[in-house]
């Protein structure tokens, strides 16, 4: 029997009707339902993550495409002492959902909530954290040989999709596994959004007969008395091999290692069990391959995958829906939408490819996220999407750049960090005229610490050759971006997430002066030196104070006669970024005043040595003092102590 849950045409807003679902919210062991049940629990579980993630927002469209396999797993493994480990973490909300975590749903990335990945400290079933791809493997492997090695009896699984799986780290841990076999099982869950699989009756009758514990019985069994004779064993290996590889792509992984079982339907639940089941107990790295749909029972997701990875909250009915009558109000004219920085990024690369054909646009895998659609669209032959691989990313960059492209690697700041010996040694030591759009830079909000851009100062500033920029606006960007491009050797701007403060965009790109500020408000006794998008909070502070506020717009390298000059008639210093203060912007302001012997005291203000939780970018900046509150605060305390600290006149009286 096949059973596919009825597709659902909207997202509900009142709570669905899911029996079983609460019934193993409560207690009931999902180990224990029978097939039927199984079926109508799939069905509760979609829907009731339908609902969830509209209460919440979030990740939505991988939950809904494995509904079907996280019931599987749970039901043949004996989680949590068997492990389960969840690649990226996208597609766990059924597995939070079926462990004990139902009734938080609601509170899904939001301060003080669930996490939207998997997290250690969160529950014993999420075994390993995530939130960046390929990381699967390694750590299920580590699992299984950690178990081997204390006599643990314990089943290990990693499910990764298969975007993560063209992760050069996820191949490393193919490759090695297949040489010390551990026990395990990876499960590659093929949602058709980037590699192919062979379909039709030929391939499942085969993926069964594979499955089977007949077959296994005897592929085992073979195996010791084949050896035996050399050549008759040699002969039937390259004859299994040869018909697997005419009906699935599973020869690779045989090649390096692995027992390939699929591609099967990861939406046949009935099949799913059965095969899970067999393959269970098994000796050795074991691999199955399903094949799912992104976005399973829900059409607009099926539809647009892209487009339905995640969602925001969508606000339902009120209690009380009557109507109240509410006097007409005057028509007003719709606020025009403010453009992201990462389409301000796209129009800027689609404006310089039409000046430059040397400009080439390298991303891993982040497209959409990074604004490369419409540059994608328009110079297809210029465009590099190299799948989850940033360390091949920025090489490639570089080797273009050696033989006269002008490369482009869009990239987001958390990502960046797994290239960093890449960004040194391939581009930063040869001096390579590469130019890096770090978006997503500072604090993300919802997506918490595996996602923020905290680090790309600190880990950039240190590098030599390197030209660092931090736009305060969104017309800053786009020049500063054309500085960048301008410049022979290694450049990166860096921006954050979502819109800016509406600043008008010229037309006209205009090469701001590398290593130079502005100076925005006049003022005296403290002065705010603003790096990146915190600008407004600074100015609103300085209202208060009487302060002045610089846009110093470079990090590296810094307006240091700028500095000079404000050290005389300044008292204090409030570096300002969104970056972990140690390492930053502000340090490099403190490490310059040292050097020139400058009396200026110095408060930096940034991200405090801690992770940042996930909640909204509001919160998370109030949080690290960010605001013109938070920086009122601050700076009138340091005032007072700079008076307390002040040499009294004392009275003598003769």
Known sequence: MRYYSPMFAEIPTARPATPLLDAVDAGRSLRDLTEAELDQLAHDLRGYLLYSVGQSGGHFGAGLGVVELTIALHHIFNTPDDRIVWDVGHQAYPHKILTGRMQQMHTMRQAGGLSGFPKRSESEYDTFGVG?????????MGMALAAEKQGIDRRVVAVIGDGAITGGMAFEALAHAGDVRPNMLVVLNDNQMSIGYNTGGLATYFAKIWASKTYITMREGSKKVLKKMRPAWDLAKRTEEHMKGMVAPGTLFEELGWHY??????????????TLENMRDLKGPQFLHICTRKGRGYEPAEEDPVGFHAINKIEGPKADSTPVPVPAAPEQKPKPKLPKYQDVFGRWLCDMAERD?????????????????????????RFYDVAIAEQHAVTL????????????????????????????????????????AIDRAGLVGQDGPTHHGAFDLSYMRCIPNLVIGAPSD????????????????????????????G??????????????????????????????????????????????VVDMRWVKPLDEALLRELSTGHSL?????????????????????????????????GIQDSFVEHGSQGQQQAQHGLTAAGLLAAVQARQGAIEAAKPQAVSVQG
């Open 132 to 140: 960046h791809s390929s990381t699967s493997i390694s750590a299920a």
């Open 357 to 381: 054909d040397k400009l080439v646009g390298i991303t891993p895998a982040m497209c959409e996220g990074s604004g490369m659609v419409e540059f994608a669209r328009r110079f297809p032959e």
């Open 397 to 436: 960059g570089a080797g273009m750049a050696c033989d006269g492209m002008k490369p482009v690697v869009a990239i987001y700041s958390t990502f960046l960090q797994r290239a960093y010996d890449q960004f040194i040694h391939d581009v930063a030591i040869q001096n390579l005229d590469v130019t890096f």
């Open 474 to 501: 969104e017309n800053e960007c786009r020049q500063m971006l054309y500085a960048a491009y301008q410049h022979r050797g290694p450049a990166a701007i860096r921006y954050p997430r979502g819109t800016g403060p």
């Open 573 to 605: 210093f409030v570096t300002l970024e969104e970056n972990a203060i140690a390492g930053g912007a502000g340090s490099a302001v403190s490490e310059f005043l040292d050097r020139d012997a400058l009396e200026v005291r110095v408060y930096r203000a």
């Open 261 to 274: 079982i699929g591609p099967i339907d990861g939406h046949d639940l009935p099949q799913l069990v059965q």
């Open 503 to 548: 600043a008008f965009i010229e037309d006209t790109m205009t090469a701001l002066e590398i290593g130079k500020g502005v100076v925005v408000r006049e003022g005296s006794g403290t002065a705010f030196l603003n790096f990146g998008t915190l600008l407004p909070a600074a100015l609103e502070a300085a209202e208060t104070l009487g302060a002045t």
